[in-house]
């Protein structure tokens, strides 16, 4: 069973920063891309950052030059640096991977896109 846990969410002035972490772990093979998505009361949930395994990175406009996505060597960890943080960027952030696991129970690899549970960031003005 595959699961994605998240950390470092909380409240944080206008300005402040904060850095959110999330690990991956289960019968995983490889992961091909990690991400962070966003969604704000009322409002669709929304990429904001991506890696993939060789490292290319891609961020939404409102974010760049602000947020920063990074992973560990062994892949199965992404973080995102949030630096200069403004009150609309208030919203549970989410964990994404697409990868590849090994099921025990079919016997063979299979792909699929995982979830973490969310995390809220709150920034106040």
């Known amino acids: 069973q595959v699961r994605l846990v998240e950390s470092g969410g909380g409240l944080v002035q206008a300005g402040g920063s904060l850095r959110l972490s999330c690990a991956a772990s289960?019968?995983?093979?490889?992961?091909?891309?990690m991400g962070w998505h966003r969604q704000a009361p009322g409002k669709q949930r929304e990429l904001v950052a991506a890696i993939t395994s060789g490292g290319d990175r891609n961020y939404a406009d409102s974010v760049k030059d602000r947020f920063t996505i990074s992973r560990n060597n062994a892949g199965n960890t992404v973080y995102l640096q949030m630096n200069s943080l403004k009150p609309e960027d208030t919203a549970v952030y989410y964990c994404n991977a697409h990868l590849m696991y090994y099921s025990p129970g079919r016997g063979g690899y299979y792909t699929g896109d995982y979830w973490g549970q969310g995390t809220q960031v709150t920034v106040s003005s």
């Open positions: 289960g019968n995983i093979f490889n992961i091909n891309t």
